[in-house]
């Protein structure tokens, strides 16, 4: 049952990403281009996801357990340190340079250009974990 609310999960959130813009690089990039040609659309999409988000939030509040694990995993550390601004001024760095983050990358996975970013995506991740080892 667990990998079926997965799957029906993921392909929600591919079609959304695919009816909001989210796999349009220029798009994105237009959305990050503040100064220029700006693209208010995804504005909208991530004030939709906020929407969703805050109300999902406050259910799981209420409730002692999630219906299909045996607890929430949500984040215990709520600081905001160093590592964090840090991970997200990189994160900003790629998702404006190329005009993906993570999620939609993976509809790019069979074009040349979307399989070598996911590709050095996936490396960055594995340099990610070796770095937090020495910190």
Do not use: E
Request: proline letters at 4%.
């Amino acid at each position: 049952m667990i990998s079926f609310v997965a799957l029906v999960s993921g392909i929600i959130f591919g079609l959304g990403l695919a009816v909001s813009g989210m796999t349009d690089t220029a798009k994105v990039q237009g959305f990050l281009d503040l100064f220029g040609n700006w693209v208010p659309d995804l504005m909208f999409v991530m004030g939709g996801a906020l929407i969703v988000s805050v109300i999902a939030y406050q259910i799981s509040k209420k409730q002692i357990k999630p219906i299909l694990r045996n607890a929430f995993d949500l984040p215990q550390n709520k600081a905001i340190d160093q590592k964090l601004i840090t991970g997200s001024v990189i994160f900003g760095m790629g998702w404006g340079l190329y005009g993906l983050c993570p999620g939609p990358a993976l509809t790019h996975v069979l074009s040349q250009d979307g399989l070598f970013f996911v590709v050095a995506m996936l490396v960055g991740m594995l340099v990610s974990f070796q770095i937090k080892k020495f910190i």
